[in-house]
């Protein structure tokens, strides 16, 4: 029964984001949008599951494809639609945008526009909790399988390891980093064999399906807070481009559609139907309810003011710099 | 004459050269089917094959250091890094090795590199996608910097660059990718190291370049009909910079406005300021030096914000206008 | 008054932090039983432990983005990079994370991280190992850059950059380790942003930091039997940078030298330059202004060479007189 | 017979290089030197058996520790000599010193002072390599257990891997980096799995064994031309500090003197009488020989010149940076 419940949390989460990621690329597609973004429709379990399945008090370090993984951790939606407005509403005041989405006070380390930062961040995360003693929190840290292509992700790896920190590694793997294919960027497309090295445990994981996502990360949860860090990789794909203006020269329409008919969602929605846990009509209200949510936010953005000039310099440092100690 | 736009100048450059020498190639992310971020070097892969349009994982250390040794074998890659920002994962090997080898080993070997890197904000792509880096390499010794205005400019500095045995930085802002102007259909060189007065004039000088100077040429259009006369000096190479020119037109116009995207704090005009400050145009000076560029701020996402940390073109004149005082 | 070199100043500084606030520690390479590779931490692992006198692999990206990880979730690191050349391997960390995740995320959290790094040259080090890379720095907002002179500055200012709230970059030349002079025994801060005239004088204002300092102030020595009068104003903040004590200096004196380690061209002596020249002290200038820096070559080893591309006292002296005249 | 002469060679060399090493200590500990210095003694077997290994054609990048390497490569000692004393006539002019002996032109690409800098640059050699269709060549990249933990090691191995380059790999295990134990610095000391991820061969062996070392390398080296890289540890140790002022406390006098029991040298010198390819005299006389070749490199350093200081300036830049094209 509470499995249920939280098959149906999922499910809502889920359709929020894509009708979030929807509702942008509307905006985006007609210019409506100042910036870049990008999108994850078609990767929501990954976000989801990955993030249920932590604790309140859990960290999260999001990727430049991080709409998802925001709202999967509960970030107000308002405040993201109106940030990727530019508004002053916006959870960073307008000043971050779609790649900058974060709430550091409430745990959402943000997203990273600089591929493989993250994971040293993370690994500074996780090892101030653990100087803190905070013994029952964790940090996930989600990257790219193109990203793992950086030193950063070696150095991390190994620190994490070593200080055998309370820190899920989560490798989304889309198959692509932007037009580069996984067989063309890494010598050994395995990623699972990328944390051995350190004696890091890993996993590959159908990333469309979101209850073994939720119950990988949830195991995940318990072992790096005895055993140190470990790798998820969660296997999935992006249906849009890879930004605004991607002609998918580099993927067929095939591989497109192929993996359009593994979209998690629809997959979540006949498992609730498959254990009776929701109706036909239960589904529809969910998405509709979604999708009226995602109205309201962006009427939201809309309505909300930009930031009074005035302030733009505002934010750069913390406090009084010039200090007259 | 024919026209082309910026990015297709360069495209055109790198053409040509990989037409004439086979040692020359292209190596970066997404530089191939996808034609690079910027498109600009789209259908490079049909004409050259996948070996000389190397496309690399997402490894900017890995692949800046790649193109110097391969410089070292007297190869001439030039390395589309996709935004400038991204140049700081590979700082390492531009600084302390392309600029380094060839002095710190007495003089035997050179590094014929060119990196090419998208810079500049307006795209409301936020602080770390955005920025205009020069000064951050104005300081290393060693390293050639380029910062081409137009499509003309463009294509006969990047030859030039290419056919130089230094490494050099090629700084390409992304608004200007866009941008028309006529082109040669030949292969031509311009010198490095050589400023272009883009428009003559009497009352100040304005040293800049890259996009700023058409910010700056357009300004000077209107002051005109207040009756200010700007010269538009485009220093065109940073490194090494053309004193001459600037303080040869600061003697004549008794006036310095200096315009930079880049934030003012150290950043490259206060160079500039210092070389006109310690020549003989001191004593020509007629007023204060006076410097439009980037807030000190991140660049903001928010377009409103964005526009507003930018120099723009009424900032400019506010500028002139107060120096003419 | 007691006497400490700065070598024990600065460790002092660290001590007496780490004593007070469990949140602080120390984190770098070798600083363990060998003390660091200049020898400033020796006997801190035995007094604090191997977690709060954390040792590292040679891994600054990895472990400089850990700092800032844990000081996002409230710890206060000081990382100790061995030679400030090695930032470039972890410039991104420092450049487009630690400087811009406060703004970037709206202002909601703050980086109090302190690194610490050696720089300059007189060691025969060669160019990979002695550089002064303030410039490296000086153009992005959101850093704090303090470069301490003496003993009881570098202890004053290390406490004020510990507590303060904000990334703070904190520059040591080598040459001033051993070297000894007055500081208390108690904790107490110096105000961050604010310059410090160690030496009056009528004729001439020196804008230096650093180890400079010192060879401008024998220098101002040897020029007083001349009848030369030196104004040593050690800016020992150069972000934010006091710019009123500068231009009320030049406003007195009418002249302006400026002496720094780093190569001369792109180095941070154009800002100084750029500062007063579009300050009212424009007006007040009598001579142009001048730069004693490193020649604009990577420093080589050879102690006659080094010798020769580093500011000297007689090149001070060479500088002054060349302004008098 | 033809393998008792290459052990003689390689014993001879190793002699070369400890008494050149021998002897830089010497005026090193006397001050007589400018500058630092990496000692490779205990580890010449390491740099002999990999480098003889080669054929004339192939590559060599070095490390900090680099003497050993240049003299196993055939590096003149006389003009090493005079580089690390700062002189005209040392290989790189004296601007480059111990950190830098480099012969690019002869195809020693030079030690690194920035530890994991040389990885990527080798990838790009070897790249190089089979752009040019040099079919029988290879490269060979020496570095540290320590320098594995770089990011630069995980993506030049993966660049490597990706473009099957005919690329050796040398990690000079001496168990240490700096103060820093292998399994301290390491999750998991065991550097052979490190290149798993990428598909990599590798293994590990006995690196004081001249002959071991040798035959390893020399089928690597046959091996790398048909199927891309390969990583091979050679386990050693280093007798001295790490650099000038190293007082040892990390490693116990026991752990040393066990380790001098496994000397090299003496090693390959019981094996050359075990097999009778040379007497006790023999033995005697070729260190003596490699001592007298010694003293005439000192001789030749201390009398030679340093470089005129007009000269400073030059080498930074390859020809004529401003062009009038
Ligand atoms: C250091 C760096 N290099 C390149 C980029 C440009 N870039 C942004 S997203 C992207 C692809 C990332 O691929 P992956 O990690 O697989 O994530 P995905 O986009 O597939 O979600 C690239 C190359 C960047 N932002 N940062
Ligand atoms: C990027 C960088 N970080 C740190 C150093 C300082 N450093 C020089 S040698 C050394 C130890 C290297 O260890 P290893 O790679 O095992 O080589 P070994 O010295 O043992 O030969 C360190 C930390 C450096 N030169 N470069
Ligand atoms: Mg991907
Ligand atoms: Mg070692």
Redesign the pocket.
Known sequence: MIENELIIEMYKRMWLIRKFEEKINEYFSRGEIHGTC?LCIGEEATAVGSIFALKKSDYVHG???GHGQAIAFGTDVNSMMAEIFGKATGLCKGKGGSMHIADVEKRYLGSN????ASMPISVGAALALKKKKCEDTVVLCL?????SN?GAFHEAMNLAALWKLPLIFVC?N?L???SMSIDRSMSDPDLTKRSLPYGIRSISIDGNDIMGVYETVSEARSYVLGNGPMLIVENTY?HMG?AKMDANRYRTKEEINSWKQKDPIKRAGELLLKISAASEQDLVQYESDAAERIENAVRFALESPVLAIEKIADDVFAGEVVSDA | MRELTYGQAIKEAMTLEMRQDEDVFLMG??IGVYGG?FGVSLGMLEEFGPERVLETP?S?LGFVGAGIGSALLKMRPIVEI??SD?ST?CYDQIVNQAAKIRYMFGGKNSVPIVIRMPDGAGTGAAAQHSQSPEAWYTNVPGLIIIAPSTPYDAKGLLISAIRNDNPVLFFEHKLLYGMKGEVPEEYYTLPIGKADIKREGSDITVATYGRMVHLCLSAAEELLEEGISLEVVDLRTLSPLDKRTIIESVKKTGRLLIVHEAHKTGGFGGEIAATVTESEAFYYLDSPIERCCSMDVPIPCSLELEKNVLPTKERIIASARGLMK
């Open positions: 990008h990727t430049h494809r526009g600089i591929l493989g990257f790219g399988d193109g990203s950086q989304v889309n692509y980093g932007m992006r890879h | 992310e997404d971020c997402i900017e996709m935004f991204f994962v």
